[in-house]
């Protein structure tokens, strides 16, 4: 039982938004606290700061907007993460090839 979920289905790093600038979770900044990780909020571009982190405010965005899918902000992870079915999944990076070209006839 580890199928992503219709949100994390067929994504591509283009589906995100591009990082903000700073690359830094705004609320710690704010607060003066440290985070452990960033996640970015893929319905808005918001980066927030992951569960292993004292504030965990992309958790707390996701309770404050709705917003259902988030991924790791992190250079290089490409995993992905929705909260409404707390399922995780991976998006494809932007200059993947196609399906099409990978199904060999
Ligand atoms: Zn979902
Ligand atoms: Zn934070
Ligand atoms: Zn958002």
Redesign the pocket.
Known sequence: MNEPCEHLRNLTETDFASLRAPFACEECLKEGTRWVALRQ?K??G?VGCCDSSPRKHATK?FHE?K?PVMRSAMPGERWTWCYVHEVGGEFEPAHAPSKKELQHG
């Open positions: 909020c319905t808005c918001h965005h907007t917003h």
